[in-house]
């Protein structure tokens, strides 16, 4: 009987572990879902900043032949007042050359906004090949009332991307900032 | 000591009695009622929202409800026939029949069962009283999607996550008291492979709960914290990702919806065998199946969300594991009718409504490997072909699977056997409402009606009229079970002991009623069954 008890006791525990660990799994599953995305490229999520170009160009050929088209949109979310558009829809780059680029923001609201860009690539498994040197994306931008702003885009294609694609398209969506979370929030995002 | 005892026990006015013993009881067999009528309860309630569902669906153009309006009964008819009506169903099942079939005194853990129950009327009221709120009920449909229910949701979406914490934590005891049992209190000689296959089916189901619903905990308590502490795990603007929350949400949702059904087979490898006179084909082959159903059900969750943009080898893989479930199931179906095969078979109640499961689960379970192929999916996503495939396998597969096993048990918990002709009657009338409800659906679905809308186009309008009027007469067909329910606890044909010719099992050792009390020292394994003792009603 005290045996029983002894397993009963052992079952009970062991149970509910299992289902405070499940809990824990559930939170687990957003860095796992994070990484998951950004190595395997699904969802278009691009890596964060590329390395340092000197490094690039010493290790390998600046440019091969091959062009792709490369397109670019600009959305902005609900709620966000800002004004965005890219200042040029599509462009012809050979791959593995540095190109530069911008986006044009104007702060339509009569008070200060904080706006976060979240890239996004189509098709999504082309995004690994994407490599951002600089981007307005890497962190929040903040304009004044009626303020305006070139935001520079600097980029180059891998010349390792996939035979098959000939286009790629950059997808920029912006989103306000709540004011109350701009303070905190960490700026470390591709 | 006994006569002490109750000397001290104050007088108390019947209806203090009447409350004490409901509110403070720790018997398994006490609380199996306790959940079964608020299963019972809940189904009446739920199934009035889909009456408003199909009224308003009755023709095109909006007559009834308001689009909002509409939506709200949407969500809740769903939240409440998943959390409200299955799963309490099904555990007062277990309350009631786990300790009987194992020959065990009581549930492992009595006072924490007590505990389980009364949590959940709590959690329904909560649920329900949102619908009376400003802004109204939650509308963003049971699968609660953010942003619809994050940056969108109403005033009353953080009494629903309230409610889904409570469900969700009685649940999880549920299940740990289940296993616990099952793993302790078994009576001696009944080894895990000669328990019998609802007890298997409930074994496995409890894993699933508690392995999936601290999941669900934490995907609404994600949605709290970005509702009201500024956390992003669903919002894009604060680096998180919608999307996300459907795959953590369909990681629970994909085991949940064999969380409906696992039982439900247990209950059919119950009765068949029963009513065939024969053992069931196929044991070891059936808790396997059980088994490898819940195990794949974890890598199969994409299949809700193929449309959502994700690249082909994700969605093939999600494909081809998804389409493998239904060797397993297949094997369910066989060992069934091989069961069935040269059986003295006869036609009572619960034996109608196990046929009706396994052949009706059968055409869902065929809908949903159309469903399973990513190219046609697209065409099916979102519907109402993927709401006739889930009531087909929801509507005869869990509830007629529940309505078995209250025809098939009921003689043994009421001593009392139900009137046969009115069971019989109300047998046929739901199968024949259930598929002139849903079967149109499918046509709708493939023809392009989109679910969770109001209103529809012109074209869809017979088979929508169709459906309503099934609708209807499905939904008086549950107050002819409420009132076969009533009149066989009020009286009826004394039942034997074994009750039905061919039973076997713990079960049908004990008194019918079952006393108060059963198995307080360990019976035999196996048990001897009285040949002569049974009731059937077609001798």
Known sequence: MIETHNNQRKHIVLLISLAVGMFGFAYALVPLYQVFCEVTGLNGKTSGRARDLSTIYQNQVIASDREVTIQFLANVNNGMPWEFRPATHQLRVRLGELNTTDFYARNRAAQAVTGQAVPSVSPGFAAEYLHKVEC?????????????????????????????IHTLTLSYTLFKVPTVRASTLVSNRS | MVAQAEDVIPQRSPLMAFMARWLLTTNHKEIGTLYLWLSFTLFFIAGAMAMVIRLELFQPGIQFAEPLFYNQMVTMH?????????????????????PLMIGAPDMALPRLNNFSFWILPFAFTLLLSSLFMDGGAPNFGWTFYAPLSTTYGP???DYFILGVHMMGISSVLGAINVIVTIFNLRTPGMTLMKMPLFVWTWLITAFLLIMVMPVLAGVVTMMLTDRHFDTSFFSAAGGG??????????????????????????????????????????????????????????????????????????????????????????????????????????????????LGFVILFTIGGFSGLMLALVPADFQYHDTFFVVAHFHYVLYPGAIFGTMAA??????????????????????????????????????????????????????????????????????????????????????????????????????????????????????????????????????
């Open chain 1, 136 to 164: 307005f994306c890497f962190s929040q931008q903040q304009l004044e009332a009626g303020e305006d702003r070139h935001m520079p885009l600097r980029f180059y294609i891998g010349d390792d991307l996939p035979e098959e």
């Open chain 2, 241 to 354: 990702d919608p999307l996300m929350f459907q795959h953590v949400f369909w990681f629970f949702g994909h085991p949940e919806v064999y969380i409906l059904i696992l039982p439900g087979f247990g209950i059919a490898s119950q009765i068949i065998p029963t009513f065939a006179r024969k053992r069931l084909f196929g044991y070891h082959s059936m808790v396997f199946a059980t088994a490898a159903i819940a195990i794949l059900s974890f890598i199969v969750w994409g299949h809700h969300m193929f449309a959502v943009g994700m690249p082909v080898w994700v969605e093939l893989s999600f494909m081809y594991a998804t389409m493998l479930i239904a060797v397993p199931t297949g094997v369910k179906v066989f060992n069934w009718v091989a069961t069935m095969w040269r059986g003295s078979m006869t036609f009572e109640t619960p034996m109608l409504f196990a």
């Open chain 2, 406 to 539: 209250v025809y098939y048990w009921i003689p043994k918990w009421t001593g009392n056997m139900y009137d046969e002709r009115l069971g019989k009657i109300h047998f046929w009338t739901a199968v024949i409402a259930v598929n002139l409800t849903f079967f149109p659906m499918h046509f709708t679905g493939l023809a392009g009606m989109p679910r969770r809308i109001v209103d529809y186009s012109l074209q869809f309008a017979d088979f929508n009229m169709v459906s309503s009027v099934g609708a209807a007469l499905l939904g008086m067909t549950q107050v002819l079970f409420l009132y076969i329910v009533i009149k066989t606890i009020r009286g009826g044909e004394k039942a034997s002991t074994r009750v039905w010719e061919g039973a076997d099992g713990l079960e049908w050792t004990v008194p019918s009623p079952a006393p108060h009390h059963t198995f307080e020292t360990p019976p035999a394994f196996p048990p001897i069954m009285d040949e002569n003792e049974s009731t059937s009603l077609n001798e």
């Open chain 2, 78 to 98: 769903g939240l409440l026939m998943v959390f409200g009506v299955v799963m309490p169903g099904f555990v007062g099942l277990a309350n009631w029949q786990i």
């Open chain 2, 155 to 157: 005033p009353s979406t």
